[in-house]
């Protein structure tokens, strides 16, 4: 099984240009938002763009959810694709989200610039963002059971059966997620920092934390992700590197899952080592 991606930024028309990508390298299943697609039909998962909210939108999109990479995991075994086609914003998510799902990693990246014009970029955000559609790579009759929020179906008429097309397997879908109206959504990085404070001052080998910085990482307008430090004072009498490790694994799981953002590294800084007096 091969796995290749498409990256590009949020509504620059990824999901548009997925199945001309998957037919032109020869991917016969697509990772998109949450869903894994085959011949036109929703094997696996459910797509992002069911979630009431942003922040569940992101943490489906990424498979974070419980029991959401399980399911998606047994039906790529199942299938047994060839290869599959991986939809992210940026490589950071596609390499985690082949990473969660435990495909192999990705033979080739594919950005959305080399495929697409500015001017293609720039009208799929207007749609985005001024209109609040998004593209599913599915026919809308496969998503009519799956999704909660508003399909806009093509066909002009139900009624005069003369001039209704029939629906073929390839066809694109546009909905408007419930969260599209929400506007935009902006978390504060003292809720990250208060998110690293819990989870580090939980750990009962640490005595204090502090000087917990948050650096975004961006690219245009596009935030991609987060890099994370803080320096700590640790009980004595423990091995430091097993428990920074773990704490760095704790924290990444703990920021990822409540925000739905990318963490790119967690740096721990031990200052001092605590030495209880009773002990000495």
């Known amino acids: 099984m091969d796995v290749i991606a498409l990256v590009g930024p949020s509504g620059t028309g990824k999901s548009h240009r997925a199945l001309r990508v998957a037919k032109e390298h020869d991917a016969d299943a697509i ?12 094997v696996a998962g459910e797509s992002a763009k069911t979630e009431k909210s942003k922040i569940m939108a992101v943490r489906r999109a990424i498979f974070v959810l419980p029991g959401h990479a399980e399911e998606v995991r047994e039906a790529i075994q199942k299938i047994q694709p060839h290869r599959i086609l991986i939809i992210g914003t940026s490589e950071n998510m596609v390499h985690k989200i082949a990473k969660t799902l435990k495909l192999p990693s990705i033979q080739l ?47 002009q008429s139900l009624f005069k059966k003369s001039r209704v097309r029939r629906r073929k397997l390839g066809e694109k879908s546009i909905v408007r997620p419930v969260f599209s109206y929400y ?22 080998f640490v005595k204090n ?44 799981e703990a920021v990822e899952y409540t925000t739905g953002m990318i963490v790119h590294s967690i740096n721990i800084n031990v200052r001092a080592l605590y030495v209880d007096s009773k002990l000495t």
Do not use: W
Not at 118 to 126: I, L, P, S
């Open 109 to 155: 990246i594919i950005r959305i610039e080399d495929i697409a014009s500015r001017a293609d970029m720039e009208k799929a955000q207007f749609h985005r963002l001024k209109e609040g559609k998004h593209i599913i790579p599915v026919p809308t009759i496969e998503l009519k059971p799956h999704f909660s929020g508003y399909l806009i179906d093509p066909l």
């Open 31 to 42: 990772i998109d938002d949450g869903i894994l697609i085959k011949d036109g039909h929703i």
């Open 209 to 252: 934390v502090k000087r917990i910085n948050v650096q975004h990482l961006f690219q245009g307008d596009d935030d991609r992700g987060l890099k994370i430090s803080c320096e700590v004072v640790l009980n004595y009498g423990n091995h430091i590197p097993t428990l920074v490790s773990q704490t760095q694994a704790k924290v990444r």
């Open 183 to 204: 506007g935009k959504l902006i978390i504060d990085d003292r809720v990250i920092r208060a998110i690293v404070e819990k989870v580090v001052r939980a750990r009962e």
